[in-house]
C-alpha cells in the first residue's frame, strides 16, 4: 500500500478513535462524507513533466485520439464496425444518437476518413494523452516515488492529523479518485464507523489473489434475512470506468446517511454493494494502462490477458469474441472469468438467505438506463410494462435531481444486438434478470462523450447525488410494489 494512502487511514483511524465519545458518535458520516463538489484546477501538460513523475507511461496515448461518428441507418454502422480493425477501441455506441465513439491512431483515423469521405464525425478526444492524465490525482506519482523520504512521509503524517474537522477529511477522499487499496482502507473505516449494520465480507480470490470485497449493509442482529428485499448494487465490473466505482462508494454513504434518520428502513430491505467486482483491471488503470476493460487473467494465448466479466455469465453465452486480445473476450467457455465465477458462488451458497428484488449494474458512459435483454431483441422481458415504467421513473429521478437526462432503452439495442447477433450475450444484466432479480438495470452514468471513460473528478459528487436519487425512487417503487 502506498505510503499516503496508509496515512490517510491511519489518520481517520485516529481522528476516529479521539472523537468517538463525542462527535463522531453522533455522526460518524462527517469524517468521509462530501460537503461541497470537488473542484480541479487546471492541470499542467504531462509532457512539461519528468516522465518518472507520470502516474503512468502517458506516452502509450500520444498520437491517439478519440472520435464520433454519425451514421444515418443500420447498413451504414455495420459497414463501419466490419471496417474496423480488431485494435481499435470502441468506446461506445448510442442506438438513440445513432453515433459510435472509437479510439484509434492518427495514421487509422486517417484511413478511416479515407475509405468514407462523406463520413459525419467529430473529434471528442484530441489528446488523450493528456486527458489520461488529468484523470488521476496530482500527488498520485508523487506518493510512489516519495516512499523511501522520510521527511516527505513525517511532513504529510503530521498534516493530516493535524487536519482534524470533518471538512477535510471529506474533501480528501472525494477530492479525486482513489486507488483500490485507499477504498479498502476506506471501507474498513466504515464497517468500524457501523458495527452490526456494515460487513465488508470478502467471498473470493481474484486471479491475481486479490480479496473480492461485497458490503452488506443490513441490520446484522437478524439472523434471518429471507422476508426482506434485496437490493444489489454494482460497480467496476469493467476496469477504465472509475466513475462507477466511485458512485457506488457514494451510494454506501448515502444509503447510511438515510438509516442516521430512518433505521426502520434496514427492516425491510438488505443492500449488497459491490464497488470493485473487477479489482485486478483496475488496479491495472492505476499501474499500466488507465483504459484497460477486462481483468488480468491468461487465455489461450500467452501474451493477450483478460476476459470481459460482462461477457462470462452463463446467461445466452456465445463467444462474444474469439479473440483473446480484444477488449470484449468473452473467454472459451461461461464463468471462465474467474470473478464472473466468485458471485454465481456467492449467490448459490446465500440464495436461501437473500431475496434479490434488484440489480442495478453502474457503468459508463452515455447516461442511458438500459433494462434486459442484452443479448437479443426478440426476447421479451417478464413483465415489461413495470419494467420500462420503473426506468422512466428512475430517468425522471435523476433529471428532477440535476437536470440531466438519462435515455431508457434496452440492452440489446445498446448492445448491438439487434445488427450483430450475440454481442450481449452472458451479461450479468440478463444473467441476474432471469436467474436471480426480479428487476435489473444497467445504468450507464455521465457524460455522453465530451470526456467518455476519463471523467474528470469534480463531477464524482454529482453523478453520485444524482444515481442516488433514482436508487431512492427504485426503492420507493419495488416497497410500494407489495
Known sequence: MGELHKLLALAIAL???????????????????????????????FSTLDPDKH????????????IRIKYDTQDQLVQYLKAIPKDYGIWSKSASAKTIDLQLSTVDYLKLLAKFDDMDYQILVEDLAQTVFETFPENHQETINTEENSEFKYKATEEVIRETKANVFSELFFKDYRPLETIEAWLDIIQQSFPGVVKVEEIGKTFEGRPYNIVHVSDHSVDDHSEKKTIVINGGIHAREWISV????????SMLNVYMTQPEILQELDFIFVPL???????????????WRKNRQTTILPRCYGIDID??????????????????????HPYEAVEAQIWE?????TNAHHEIYGYIDLHSYSEEILFPF???????????????????????????????????LPACQDKDSDLLPDLGSGTSLDFMYHNKAFWAYQLKLRDTGNHGFLLPPKFIEPV???????????????????
Open 277 to 291: 467486482s473487477n479489482p485486478d483491471g483496475y488496479e491495472y488503470t492505476w499501474s499500466t494502462d488507465r483504459l
Open 374 to 408: 442484452a443479448y437479443s431483441c426478440s426476447s421479451e422481458p417478464r413483465d415489461e410494462e413495470n419494467l420500462i415504467e420503473l426506468a422512466y421513473g428512475i430517468s425522471k429521478a435523476i433529471r428532477l435531481q440535476s437536470g440531466k437526462f438519462y435515455n431508457v
Open 246 to 253: 466511485s458512485s457506488v462508494c457514494y451510494q454506501i454513504y
Open 345 to 349: 458462488d456467492y449467490l448459490n451458497k
Open 464 to 482: 453520485g447525488a444524482e444515481i442516488f436519487a433514482g436508487i431512492q425512487y427504485f426503492i420507493k417503487f419495488i416497497t410500494e410494489d407489495d
Open 311 to 332: 461477457h462470462s455469465y452463463d446467461f445466452h453465452w456465445t463467444k462474444s469474441s474469439d479473440w483473446p486480445c480484444g477488449e470484449e473476450y468473452s473467454g472459451e
Open 55 to 66: 502516474p503512468i507511461n502517458l506516452y502509450q496515448y500520444t498520437n491517439t485520439t478519440v
Open 15 to 45: 481522528v476516529m478513535v479521539s472523537q468517538c465519545n463525542g462527535f463522531l458518535q453522533q455522526n460518524p458520516f462527517s469524517l468521509l462524507w462530501p460537503s461541497e463538489p470537488a473542484v480541479s484546477e487546471p492541470s499542467l501538460h
